[in-house]
């Protein structure tokens, strides 16, 4: 993912694109690349499902808008801009519950 603090960013890219002059870059242009790979290397037409949280799940609500045909669910998970202690514990429970649970 762009920007995620292993890739290049505004703070760690070396001039003349440091800082301000660093490019724009959006959700989208992380799902546009993401698309790319699943679809020219992997070949993967469709997937069942994009499931994300907190920013993941930003990412499937664009998935959902910019790749509405490539998957038959979305499922975002407290997508908001803001982290909220709840927002935490309940990823923990999400994480023990899928454990147990039988796959769609």
Partial sequence: MFQNGYSSSPSNTPRPFSGPNFPTIEIRDNIAAQHR?????????????????????????????SHPNFMRQTVGICGSAIKHPQALSGLKVLRQRSWQTQPI
């Fill in 37 to 65: 790979l699943l679809t020219e290397v992997f070949e993967v037409t469709e997937a069942a499902a994009v499931v994300g949280f907190s920013m993941g799940a930003q990412q499937a609500f664009q998935w959902a808008v």
